[in-house]
């Protein structure tokens, strides 16, 4: 893990020396999974869920929020992902595509770096669960959240449909659990 962790903090560089756009990385913060387990798998696995049933993230913002910054978070990781299993073919352009879908609908600029957002939504989520104004305004900061703290927890407290998030989250699901595994069946 360690090794891999050096070689993808080494690519920016390396791109950079080589004239390519630079390779984003994103990460989760320690401690994201209770236990030993994996975070990229377990982000799948609750985005997976939450976006498989839209009406379980309706007024909840902090739950929306943390499935949102899952789905940031495998944005970024799944391009370099070793874990995958079975891939889908067309899992990196729905992610994408989804990436465009889930930061229109809660006002993410454009040029918002994914760790940013990735912060900004689990400290929304924390600031939620433990009822704190004063950490949830600094949380959803105005440079990457254009609709403000208050327009922005609006968003995730009334969420719009996101075909296009649901259905990457599901791909996503696919292709990091074990094939004896039915998405269907994914508990948290």
């Given amino acids: 893990m360690m090794l891999r962790r050096s070689v993808l903090l080494a ?3 390396l791109a950079a020396c080589a004239g390519l ?6 990460s989760l913060p320690s401690g994201f999974v209770e236990g030993a387990g ?6 799948a696995l609750h985005a997976g869920s939450a976006f498989g ?3 379980s993230l309706a007024g909840r913002p902090g739950v929306a929020a943390r499935a949102l910054a899952e789905m940031e978070y495998l944005a970024v990781e799944l ?3 070793p874990v995958a299993r079975n891939p889908v073919p067309t899992l990196l352009p729905q992610m994408q595509a989804a990436r465009s879908e889930w930061r229109g609908a809660i006002g993410v600029a454009a040029d918002a ?4 957002v990735i912060n900004g939504l689990l400290a929304a989520s924390r600031a939620l ?15 990457v959240f254009t609709a403000g703290p208050e327009g922005t927890l609006a968003r995730l407290n009334a969420l719009p449909p996101l075909p296009r998030t649901a259905a990457a989250a599901a791909a996503a699901e696919r292709s990091l659990i074990a ?5 269907v069946t994914s508990t948290l």
């Fill in 53 to 55: 049933q839209p009406a």
């Fill in 21 to 26: 756009p630079p390779v984003e990385t994103a």
């Fill in 79 to 81: 391009p370099s992902n």
């Fill in 11 to 13: 690519l920016p560089a």
């Fill in 113 to 116: 770096p994914p760790q940013r």
């Fill in 38 to 43: 994996d975070p990229t798998r377990a982000a």
């Fill in 129 to 143: 669960e433990e009822g704190r104004q004063d950490a949830l305004r600094a949380a959803l900061a105005p440079e």
């Fill in 179 to 183: 094939p004896e595994r039915s998405p």
